[in-house]
């Protein structure tokens, strides 16, 4: 039987225990000698009894069922499914999947790597074998940000907004992130707005946590459409329902009625935020968005078509 000649450190209890788990759910009758369970958890029969006692503490967190590890009759036992440890198998699916968020999240490479070791099958991630295209909806900073939302810490974040060159920073008490099919948001407390507000995520350039705790505040449900509606300006458009935008999706839309103008047309108001993305939208209808107010907005749709046209071509040559 193995001697042990000092006590063992918390970690090599730790690396026992998983250990002795393993090789109980892999023996037919999760049952070890005391000797082979000495072998396997790397300890002399006097650490047998704490590393029995550490895999005891365990319990399934969705039944509440506790792990039951005995000495009987010169043999160490386990009782019920509790300690089971099972290999996770993944599908074509969804390994394919997991290999999108290790690439998408901004998470730590040698964290990143073991998951890929552990989890996908070999040769996954060659590129050859990539199923879903990258993208970045969550951004860079999504693992700090899910942290402060979790812990209630305050940040300092750059963000950039629709039609903005460059970043500017903002003191937030980040609430919540958010999906939704147009993207992934962070719904946050603008301290210096003192107001509560949603930020794109991938426009978020960098999070800094601070010193400070987040003050309490209530997230206030909200739609996206109701988020445009507090923090846009509200254009009335005639468009073709058959065009090639699908304006009806919108978020930002409301109130569409047939356009008493023009027959087969209709009409709607919408919730702008963002000039550019909505100007860009209504030139790429090719004729079948048009703005029907404010004049100051259409005016401006037509300087930022001449800005556009003015701007240099990039040569061939």
Known sequence: MAKSTKRLTEQQRVTGALALMEALSA??????????????????DADLDSIIDLISTLADREGGTRAIVVREQGCVRSYGTATHMLPLRLSAAEAAALDHVLDTLDIDDDVRERIARALLPFGWREPSTRLIATTTAYGACYQLLAEAVRDGVRCRMRYRSQGERTARERIIDPLDIESTASGAYLIAWDVDHDEQRRYRMERIEAVALTDDSVEHHALRTTSMRESLA?????????????????????????????????????????????RSWFFDQVLASRGTITIEGPDEVRRACGAYTRGLLAEPRPSCA
């Open 27 to 44: 023996s037919p009758d999760a049952r070890l000698t005391i000797e082979d369970a000495c072998r396997v958890a790397g300890c002399g």
């Open 230 to 274: 507090h923090g846009g300006e509200t254009v009335t458009i005639s468009f073709d329902e058959q065009g090639p935008i699908p304006v009806s999706s919108w978020a930002g839309v409301e109130r569409i009625e047939a356009d008493p103008a023009h027959a087969g047309r209709l009409l709607a108001q919408m919730h702008v935020t963002a």
